[in-house]
């Protein structure tokens, strides 16, 4: 794989790339603004556009993979960690190419994402063009799907085991047939002849996606703008991942798990959290020199110029939860690969553009391997303020190396946590008011810290409260829905913008495909 910066390339020997000094945005695909009901990669050419306007070079999504229909669906939980999610890929370039003759499906819920219309109309559409696109044997896009099948292998597991799961009314796998559960050989050539034709949609909209990806990020190789992308630490226990490698996962006979991953009681939760993702069986991972983790490292960086890894506590040791339990109040530490699992990414890939979760309770033996890698950590503005905060988050103190944000996906806005403070201890904050409001001083802040990149929710810069926060952890409903209206970024003037970014040196104009 090529290594995706220039600057590094001095130290052929280093794991981590070299940061210049940006700023950027976090703006998840979805809640790009849109005719449609759900934002979308054609949208995501226009952000990027928006973006490069304002001087912010650095664009944070959250995971891309598929997720499984519901109200609001996790992006944190895909059920094909290689694929790309159907939902994103914009219908406008179908419509182009012949392959839609339909209207784009409108979004019946104001300033949120319509799950149900995209699951329904939007995907019956997909399908449709999907399915018109294979039977077409000299459409002008047959050579670049071939292309793409050569190096895309993985489409036709995934696509098969959506058509299983379909076709088994959306049970997870531990609950198909034995023979297809277990994965026998027989089971397995009789589902790929009966499902061809599904499996053959799912490829088709895996190179849907691909295409519109692609050319989304060569439009940011243009601009200078940077994609940073997420990587969940684990993986959905009903996905294909879990089902086509089971060996690697701690699973027992019958698709049943022995543990799950998650985290002890806190401050923050006194029951600990059962997260309900199996836990990997790191002998077995060793063994094949981390191939599995190599290819998902490698596919993540096809599609963004960095990668955020999230809980990396987490591969230095976890937290062991058997399955039997509800919570996370019962477990054990269980020592990760550390640094053998780095070596051998490098050793396949190059140089590292990683950066790391390290936010909470982080050990000794986290914060070595971190610095001895010399990946950036996470650094949050509003975690350095009120009465349990950490020192170590408050602007004067964010180390070069790091990224500071005001706020992220999964907190509530500033202006919801500012908010939420009772007055006195909005008084007893060290926090100046010179300007017209707390989001303002408080991003004013975050750019002005010593931290290579500062990145800013466009929540924040559009100064909202509560109502516009993405997640809220531990809870099931109710997130992911928030999306930003054309008349909102329009809101976020340029010039004040490029002004502050300018007053905080963040303004350089950096070599386009470097950090």
């Keep these: 794989m090529a290594i995706l910066n220039s600057d590094a390339d001095a130290n052929k020997h280093a794991r981590a790339v070299v940061f210049k000094r940006r700023a950027g945005c976090v703006l998840h695909i979805t809640a790009l603004p849109g005719d449609g009901p759900v934002g979308d990669l054609t949208g995501a050419i226009a952000f990027a556009s928006w973006m490069h306007e304002r001087g912010l070079t650095v664009w944070q999504i959250l995971p891309t993979g598929p997720c499984h229909d519901g109200p609001s669906p996790s992006p944190y939980s895909s059920w094909s960690d290689l694929s790309g999610n159907p939902w994103l890929i914009g219908l406008q370039p179908l419509r182009d190419a012949g392959l839609i003759h339909q209207d784009t499906p409108k979004s ?24 018109r696109f294979f039977n077409d044997p000299n459409h002008e896009w047959k050579p670049d799907y071939n292309a793409f099948m050569k190096r895309a292998d993985w489409a036709i597991e995934a696509g098969l085991f959506w058509a299983l799961r379909n076709h088994h009314n959306n049970l997870p796998w531990w609950q198909w047939p034995s023979d297809l559960a ?8 009789h589902a790929q002849d009966t ?13 849907f996606f691909d295409r519109q990806y692609q050319t989304l990020r060569r439009h940011c190789d243009r601009l200078g703008v940077r994609l940073l992308g997420d990587l969940p630490i684990y993986v959905g226990k009903d996905s294909v991942d879990v089902w086509a490698n089971q060996s690697i996962f701690q699973t027992s006979t019958n698709g049943q798990f022995n543990e799950f991953g998650g985290v002890p009681p806190d401050a923050y939760s006194p029951q600990g959290q059962n997260w309900g993702n199996p836990t990997y069986h790191w002998p077995t991972h060793a063994q ?20 955020r890894i999230d809980h990396f506590i987490g591969l230095v040791r976890y937290w062991a939860i058997p399955a039997h339990c509800k919570t996370g109040e019962v477990g054990r ?28 309770p982080v050990d000794n033996q986290t914060r070595a391997l971190q610095q001895h890698l010399g990946f950036p950590g996470m650094r949050v503005i509003q975690y350095g303020f009120g009465p349990d905060s950490g020192e170590e988050h408050q602007p004067n103190h964010h180390p070069k190396q790091s990224i500071s944000y005001t706020s992220t996906h999964d907190t509530d806005t500033v ?11 909005q008084q007893q904050l060290a926090i100046p008011q010179g300007k017209t409001d707390i989001a303002s001083e408080l991003i004013s802040m975050t750019l002005d810290s010593k931290a290579d990149w500062a990145i800013v929710p466009i929540q924040d ?7 516009a926060r993405f997640n809220v952890p531990g809870t099931t409903s109710g997130n992911w829905l928030w999306r930003v209206t054309f008349k909102q970024l329009n809101d976020i003037r340029t010039a004040p913008v490029r002004d502050v970014l300018i007053q905080t040196n963040r303004m350089q104009p950096p070599k386009v495909g470097s950090p």
């Design 108 to 131: 019946t819920i104001n300033g949120r994402v319509d799950f149900h219309t995209t699951q329904t109309t939007k995907m019956d559409l997909l399908c449709s063009a999907a399915q």
């Design 182 to 189: 277990n994965r026998t050989a027989q089971a397995l050539a």
């Design 195 to 207: 499902h061809r034709e599904k499996i053959n949609i799912w490829t088709v909209l895996e190179f």
């Design 288 to 307: 094949t020199n981390y191939a599995w983790w190599t290819r998902r490292i490698q596919r993540s960086l096809s599609l963004t110029h960095t990668l």
């Design 333 to 360: 530490w269980v020592e990760g690969p550390g640094q053998q699992l780095f070596d051998a990414l490098q050793q396949h890939l190059g140089q590292l553009p990683l950066v790391v979760e390290d936010l909470g």
């Design 415 to 425: 202006m919801g946590w500012w908010n939420g403070l009772d007055e006195t201890t």
């Design 461 to 467: 810069w559009l100064g909202l409260g509560t109502q």
